[in-house]
């Protein structure tokens, strides 16, 4: 399974992005995905994720309100939109994929799958 997420860049302040992640395969029965992101010097946290069908949403407080996940299964592509941009919103954003179906998908343990991260700049 592979994952390459891409779509980072500088953003001011009150702007929005889209990133996107694009799998080369569906790594277990359950086909859900997260993002997450690691700000310089801290924990690599939760941001969002969704399930295959994409009927069910999880966004960490952080973003909630301001951040939308969406897939397009057909073409194996997750999206997360953020709008509203604040400087605390920098970091190396990951997507990735549980290998195993029916796990908590806000905690990164359940996820065995990484990209390799695209970098968010929000500038003041």
């Known amino acids: 399974v592979q994952l390459q997420a891409y779509g980072g860049g500088l953003v001011q302040s009150g702007g929005s992005l889209r990133l996107s992640c694009v799998a080369s395969?569906?790594?277990?029965?359950?086909?859900?995905m997260g993002w997450f992101r690691q700000a310089p010097g801290k924990e690599r946290e939760f941001v969002a994720a969704t399930t295959w069908s994409g009927l069910k949403t999880y966004y960490s407080d952080l973003v909630k309100g301001r951040a939308t996940i969406s897939r397009d299964n057909a073409k194996s592509m997750v999206y997360l939109e953020i709008t509203g941009l604040i400087p605390e919103d920098t970091a190396v954003y990951y997507c990735a994929q549980p290998s195993v179906y029916g796990k908590d998908l806000t905690q990164e343990s359940s996820y065995d799958y990484w990209g390799q991260g695209t970098l968010v700049t929000v500038s003041s």
């Open positions: 395969v569906r790594a277990s029965s359950s086909g859900a």
